[in-house]
Every structure is written in structure tokens, then in C-alpha cells.
């Protein structure tokens, strides 16, 4: 080590020259490294929806959902599918294992093999998306127009932004379609002897793009082909379909042909107008908060060439969200830098705060080169870990300055008080880096969502730890050996020595009755924690942002849910500070949050964006009073009210209920519901079951069928034509083809007994010749969960109460109902546990890593097991600022906890090193004791208060995301710091008083 120090003070020009080379590579990476608002979290689901007109829901089950479930199933990285059939229609939702980094080549696999199975023939559209990101940005277009126009402008803008640099896609949703639909006159084709499905065979085949082969030009083979799409209603009602007596018979002698809005058609709604939105996504890895200004010029200049009474309003913006908390988190960072010197020049002195403030920016923004050369981004948790950091950084550099300082202090030269301060001080400083460090690098591995969340925070530390270590042994002495001075401390010596005597004989007298205590106050306040401190695992975002679901009472009336979500809107707008809203009603909104589950496209749900003029943390304050003005429309459907937060889909507590008989599971789910709602604990929620509906259910007879030369295909075909018509994608009156349907021009369930079939001979006969229709009922649809019959009760916890308690109640319930249902818990406490689970495993390593470097370090068993029981004991300042402060336990409190097990044991090392130092000098085990705390007492002081104080701008202005971190942080290292001086040494003195001295 001599020959590396005097190799560091004899180029130190040269560690300067590199040093201010990094400063300026930092500063090229911070304007160049893409910034954007937390880590690109993906989220990997597949949403698997299929059409298949004229089947019932017990059908889309047995023929298509389980078909499709043997195929999911034999993926093993599929964590969870839910399905749900539908009379004509069958969803189903693929949620993949988070750490599975092949997830979405398997969604893809997955769709090939949907698309390829033998699925039954009566399917007309497979819909499979995996891609369920949310836009950075949306846009509204609203105002005095019709929902064509409002399209048509909003496809405008989408163009306008989409030639713009790193946009990589934009889309449209809007109100408006159209479809054309021919009702046709069953009596008159009948006279033709025609069926609804000829008049539709002779549309589609006039209708559909003809290829007509190829052609080479230049040695380029092309394909001709002849797009033969309806333009306009004329082109089909000129259609000739048969030549009759009188002459031609046209499309529209035998029916009438018409546009209209296809059934299931969202209705989009910004600031009480008809409304279209634009949604931008961007490309990976880019800056949001440059590209947000050329947005912003582009949008404004088509602006102005809309019409009057049509406006553009933001709906999400996420480049200027990113900007304002970037400037504010870089802002903390600044007066984090500020607090930590201050600090260290009132304990180190002028010359030391100097050397030492000239080591911060060298490391923060190498740690930005690094970030930016590893391909990361700049986001909210890496600056976080850089303000985190700061306090941390600097502790090496105070131990290496105060060390030099002390030996000039004793009259040693400069270089030579260098060179023995480094070689002193260099392996317990690096033991001390070692511990911290294998603690961050074991939060890298933290599993689900929530380490998703949070890697780049730990990464930012590790990265900053490891490169303040570097500093310290290089540029911390250069500095030194170029700008120290020694100076009188004689009296400040008297003072420390005797506040160190005093508090030492009290400890010696005591013994280990301090370690006793301390460990019974950490039990107590484990208790009153897990008693009183509420779980919110995953925050809530530092938006001022509200979401509303709503769900009408009745499945298919979509006048009642029009009507409700009314009501809901002139609710909303009488809110206080209302900064703007929107809704959709017959499905979702555009996605402007990455854990929103997408809304199926059903008639009677929808969605509300409210967005307040309001500071995120009063939030809280708005949505009780919104809740409080909407209970009384809660009688008509359900309307939960939800403010934005990192999680997954599911509801607070969310318990899928299974059994074998779905009657008997209905019936019990129902009873468990009802009883829930008697919790104290409970405050709402929805039992997601389906209802009975009436059926018209038709038994064919095969033998009749066959008698009349039909088979039960040729039965159930035309039935299913004649009552829900027959459709395909040949209308093009734009740009995009929609739906030209052929219809009866009257057909209800009524009349089934008077429906006439067509003979594969052309003779006309009764439904009723080769079928029995009878009234029944069948369920409104059929869920399953992982290919069992499944209900779903969603649930959150009252005020007063947590998840934990609710899920142990409905638990209670169930086991003690006596009805024997299984039961799996999903949502928050899954999470949680998850999390814990996650961290618990991940501490043990760093725990077992720390103890085997401290080993390493002191040839000890019994050294590294008195460090590491401050550990612990430091959890008790943690604890107590989340129960003096009322913060939640979410995934940056226990980061903040985490963060402790690596800071606080560098403390005991400094502490044990210099005791042992002492010993072999020849010291006693008491005065070797002594000596240390008062040796150490600046150093570990110095470096406690720097972290400290240097993560007070993150607990004041952090919000719920990083304030509950920085308050258990600065909680930990304040009792910590003072626990350390006395459980250590006193820890030491007990282990050791009956050794001799020198056998250590």
C-alpha cells in the first residue's frame, strides 16, 4: 500500500487532470442520458378476446375457452389466465411471471398457436394483444363537432406528430364508426328461393379484394389485384342478385340498406364535449423532457388551424410531469450537496469541507457517466439513489481527511501524514464499502414488480459507494497533502476524552444490561408497528390524478349506464379545484397508467380521468370528499374511486372463490358476500359473478334434421344467420374498412316457432319440423380462473384498518362458514409478502456476505457477531420515525430499512478496528475502549449527520414515494449512530475482559 499512496501523491496533478475530465464527461452524460419518470416497468399480459356470433356462453366454454386453456397451460411461464364466456364472445387474460425475461416471445408463441388451433367454425374475429403499455402522451380533441370530424382531426394530429424524431407510434381512439347493414325481406328471397346467407354469399362475392395474378416490370414481380369494397350504400343497393320476370332484381327491391353506429360503440367525453384522442408513444431510451417541447410546438401550430369551438387539451403529458420532478429531485440533490458541507466544515474545518466538496461532484457525476455508458436512464429512484448516496459517499473521504488530519495534528509532515493515514485506514474503510455495497447489490435481486420498481435506485448507490471508496484513497490524499494544515486541538482532545471516559465507565458498570434494553424497546416497537402502521407496498404516484370505475347494475342496458355515468360526470364537475376530466362509457378510456387493467368493451362500464389543480399529498383530502358525493349513486352499480399507484391489476384484496358446481359456488359466494359486507374492516367492493338470463334453448332432433336431408350444422347455421345476421369487412367508404352486415329485417326469439329453414333439396320447412324450442335460463357468462369455475370478490379495507386485517377476516369466514370453498388471495398482501419474502432472502445473503468480509478482516468469529448486532438495534430509530410520522410500509420504507444493514455496520468496524489497534500496542481492553470512541467519535459523528442531513430534502419534498425512505433512513442512522458507541465497545469489553491484553 506504500507504494500505491506515494504513486497517488506523486501524480496527484494528473488524478486532478482525470478528475475534472470525469466532472466534464458527467456533465455531457447528464444532458445527454434519456430522462424519463420511473423505470420502463414492463408489464407483460396478453388480452385474448373472440367473436363468435350465435353461440351461447355454455358453448364459447366448452368449444372455444377450454380449447384455448389446454394451450395456455403448457406454458409454464404463464402465472395466471382468467376467462370469461360470453353469449357471441370469449375474453380471456394471460398474466406472465415478472421474471421471466422471455414472457413476451411466449405471448407471441401463444397467439400462433390461438391462431393455428382448430377452433370451432362459428368464430368470426380473433383479437390477441400484448402490447398494454400507456401513451407518455394523450391528447384530447373536443368541442361543438361531429364525432366524424373529431376523428378526422385527431387522425390529422396523429399524423403531424408522428413524423416527429423518436415517436414511435401514435394512435386514435374515437366515438365515431360506421357500418352498413342490409335488412332484407325474408318473404321476398324466399319467393326467390333464396336464404340470407346467398344474399350474403353475393355481396361478399362482389365485394372482396380479387387476385388477379402477376405481372413483371424491370425483373420486379408485382401482384394485381382489384379491390372490389363497397364505397357507398348505392353501389350495394345496385347490386343485382337475380333476373326475374320483370326484369333485373336488385339488392334493393328485396331490402333496404342502411349506416348506422355498430352496437358496442364507446362514447368518448373531455370536459363535458364529444371528444377523440390522440395517444403518442415514444421510442426506448430517449429524453421525455426534450422531445416533450417539440410536441408541444407541433400541437400548437395545428391548433391554430382548427376550426372555431374545437380545442386541444392535454390529457397526460408525461415529458413536462418528468421535467418538473426531475428539476425538483435535482434541485434536492443541490441542497443535499449544500447541507452535507455545511456540515462537514463545522466538524472538519474549512481546508477539509473544501477537499471533501470537490470528491462529491467528481463521484455523482461519474456515477452519471456510468449510468449513461450501462444504457440506463435518469428517472426519479436513480436520482433518488444519488441523493441517498450523498451522505454515504463523503463517509470514506471524512475517515481518510479526519485521519490525515489527525496525523498532522500530531506533527507529522504532509505526505508522510498522507501515506500512514491511507495504510491505517484503508482496509477497515474498505470493509466498510464491502458490507454497503453487498447489501445494494442484493436489492438488485428483489423479485416482482416491486423490484422492478426499484433496481436502479440500489444500482445508482452501489455504483457511488464503490466509486466514493476510489476517491477516497486517490484524490481525498492528493488534496490533502496539497491544502492541510495542522492546528491546535488540544483542547478539543481534553473534551472528547472526557465525554468518551465518562460515558465508557458507565457502560463497563453496566455491561450488557444497554443491549438488553435495547433489544426489548426493538420488540416493543416491532409490535406497536405491525399494530398500528398501515401496508401500502406499492405508493401511490405524485400525480394529481383520480380514476373512477363504474360498472351499471344491469349487464346489457346501455341507456341505465349512459344515465349513470351522467350522474357520476355532474358530480365530478362540481369537485373544487377540478383541473380537467374525461370518461368513456361502453369500455376504457385510453391506457394513461402502466398497472391500469384494460376495461372489456361492454356496454354498461366505463372509466373517469380526474386530474386536480391540487399538491399530490392533499389528494388524499379530494377523493374521500369525491367518494363521499358519489355514494349516494352506488345503489345504481358499482363506482370505485382510486387514486394512480405502481401496481398490479387486481383490486386491494381480491379472493378467487372455486368450486366444482357452479350453481353451489354461486350460491355460497353470494352468502360470503353478504357476510363481508358486515366487516368493520370492510369499506366496498364487488362480487364480479354473473346473473341467470332467460334463454330460448332449441333441441334438434338429428333423425328429424336427417330425414329432411339436414345436417345439425346446416340447422344451427341458419338459425344463427336469421337471428343475428351475417357480417364481413367489405365496407371502405374512407380509408379503413368496417363491418357491412345482412340482416332479416325482422327476427326475435318470439318467432322462432314461425322460422322457416331451407332444405339442402330447396324446399321450405318449419324450425319447428326438426327442432323443440323450449324457455330456459343460462348465466349472463362463465368465468374460470387456471381452468377452474371461478367467482371473483374484490375488496378494500375500511378507514382504521389495513389489507391484512380485511383478508384475515373474509379468511375467518370462509373457514369458518363450513362451506368449502377454495379460496386464493390475491392483490396487495400477495405483493407484500412477495416483497418481503423477496427482501428477507436477499438481507440473510448480504448478512452472511457482511459477516464472512468482516471475518476476512479481523480472523475473528466473535468480532463481526458484536458489529453485527447493531443491525437490529438500528431498526429501532427506523420504527420509530414510521410510527412518530405515521408512514406507510411501502417498498421505499423497507428500502430505507434495507439501505441500514450495510451503513450501520461500518460504524462497529471503525470502532473494532482501532480497539484492536490499541490492543496490539499493548493497551488494555478498557482502555483500548475508550480510546476508540474518543478516536472515533468525529469520524463516525460526522459521517452519521452527513447522511442525515443529507436526506432531509428527500424527507421533506419526497412525497409518498420517497419520503417514508428518507424518514426510516434518518431515523435509523440517528439511533444507530449513538447505540453504536455504546453496544460495541461494551459489547467488546464483555467478550474480552478476562483475556490477557496480548492474546487478542
Known sequence: MDKFIKSVLSHRFAILLICLLLIA??????????????????????????????????????????P???????????????????????????????????????????????????????????????DLDSAEVIYAIYGDASEKDLETYAEELADVLGRLENIADTRVDSSYAEELVVKVNVEEIKKLSLTLSDIYGIIYANGVEIPMGTTETDMVQKTITVDGNYRSAEEVENLIIAAGPDGEIRISDIAVVETRTPAGTKTFVFNGESAAFVQIFFEEDIDFTVLGDDI???????????????????????PGYVKDQVDQVMSNLLICILIVMVVVLIGLGPRNAAAIAFTIPVTVLTTIGILYLMGSELQLMSIAGLIVSIGILVDNSIVISEAVQHNLDLGEKRNKACINAVKDNYMPVLTSTLTTAVVFAALLFLPGIAGEVA?????????????????????????????????????????????AGIAMRWVYKAHIVPSIIAFIILGGLIYLTIDKAEVDILPKTERSVAYINYEYTESRNSEGAAQLAKGI???????????????????????????????????????????????????????????????????????????????????????????????????????????????????????VAPEYKKDVEIDIDRDRASQNGLTLADVESQVAVSMNGIFGQ????????????????????????????????????????????????????????????????????SEGSNTYELEADIE??????????????????????????????????????????????????????????????????????????????????????AGLVGIVVNNGILLVEYINTRMKKGDSVRGSCVKAVARRLRPITLASLTTIFGIIPLAVTGGDFFRPMAVTFMGGMMISAILVLIIVPGLYYVTYRKKDKNTI
Request: one cysteine or more; aromatic letters at 10%.
Open 296 to 318: 408541444e410546438e407541433a400541437t400548437n401550430d395545428y391548433e391554430k388551424t382548427l376550426p372555431d369551438g374545437i380545442s386541444i387539451g392535454k390529457m397526460t403529458f408525461a
Open 812 to 897: 375467518k369466514l370462509i373457514n369458518d362458514g363450513g362451506n368449502q370453498l377454495d379460496a386464493l388471495y390475491k392483490g396487495d398482501n400477495e405483493i407484500i409478502s412477495e416483497s418481503l419474502s423477496g427482501l428477507a432472502v436477499e438481507l440473510i445473503i448480504a448478512v452472511i456476505l457482511i459477516f464472512l468480509i468482516m471475518y476476512f478482516q479481523f480472523k475473528s468469529m466473535r468480532q463481526p457477531l458484536i458489529i453485527l448486532t447493531t443491525i437490529p438495534l438500528s431498526f429501532i430509530g427506523s420504527l420509530i420515525a414510521i410510527l412518530l410520522f405515521k408512514e406507510k410500509i411501502s417498498i421505499t420504507t423497507l428500502l430505507g430499512i
Open 569 to 687: 360526470e355532474d358530480i365530478v364537475r362540481e369537485q373544487k379545484d377540478l383541473d380537467n376530466y374525461a370518461y368513456s362509457l361502453g369500455g376504457d378510456l385510453p391506457k394513461f397508467y402502466i398497472s391500469l387493467r384494460t376495461l372489456n368493451n361492454l356496454p354498461n362500464v366505463g372509466r373517469f380521468y380526474v386530474q386536480f389543480d391540487c399538491e399530490p399529498s392533499d389528494l388524499g383530502d379530494y377523493i374521500k370528499k369525491l367518494e363521499n358525493d358519489l355514494a349516494p349513486l352506488r345503489g345504481k352499480g358499482i363506482i370505485l374511486v382510486n387514486r394512480l399507484e405502481l401496481s398490479t391489476f387486481a383490486a386491494p384484496v381480491q379472493i378467487i372463490l372455486s368450486d366444482g358446481a357452479y350453481d353451489d359456488l354461486l350460491a355460497k359466494s353470494k352468502d360470503l358476500y353478504s357476510e363481508m359486507q358486515q366487516l368493520d374492516s370492510f369499506r366496498y367492493g364487488e362480487l
Open 25 to 66: 464527461f458527467g456533465i455531457f452524460a447528464y444532458i445527454n442520458i434519456p430522462k424519463q419518470e420511473m423505470p420502463d416497468i414492463k408489464a407483460v399480459y396478453g388480452y385474448l378476446q373472440i367473436t363468435a356470433p350465435g353461440l351461447g356462453s355454455k358453448e364459447i366454454e366448452e368449444r372455444i375457452a377450454i
Open 68 to 130: 384455448i386453456e389446454d394451450i395456455i397451460s403448457k406454458y409454464p411461464s404463464v402465472d395466471n389466465y382468467s376467462t370469461v364466456s360470453a353469449d357471441n364472445a370469449c375474453i380471456i387474460f394471460i398474466e406472465m411471471n415478472l421474471d421471466d425475461t422471455d414472457s413476451e416471445k411466449t405471448l407471441g408463441e401463444i397467439k400462433e398457436d390461438v391462431y393455428n388451433a382448430d377452433l370451432d367454425e362459428g368464430i368470426t374475429e380473433i383479437s390477441f394483444v400484448t
Open 730 to 797: 367489405l365496407y371502405n367508404p374512407g380509408d379503413q374498412r368496417s363491418n357491412l352486415w345482412v340482416e332479416p329485417d325482422d327476427s326475435s326469439w318470439e318467432q322462432l316457432d314461425q322460422l322457416e329453414i331451407k332444405t339442402n333439396d330447396g324446399r321450405w320447412i318449419l324450425l319447428t319440423d326438426t327442432a323443440e324450442i323450449n324457455e330456459g335460463e343460462s348465466l349472463e357468462y362463465i368465468r374460470r380462473y387456471n381452468s377452474r369455475p371461478s367467482v371473483i370478490i374484490e375488496a378494500y379495507s
Open 455 to 499: 433496481f436502479t435506485l440500489p444500482l445508482t448507490i452501489l455504483i457511488s459507494i464503490i466509486l466514493s471508496y476510489i476517491v477516497s484513497i486517490t484524490l481525498t490524499p492528493a488534496l490533502a497533502s496539497m491544502f492541510f494544515k495542522a492546528r491546535n486541538t488540544i483542547k478539543r482532545k481534553k473534551g472528547v476524552g472526557h465525554f
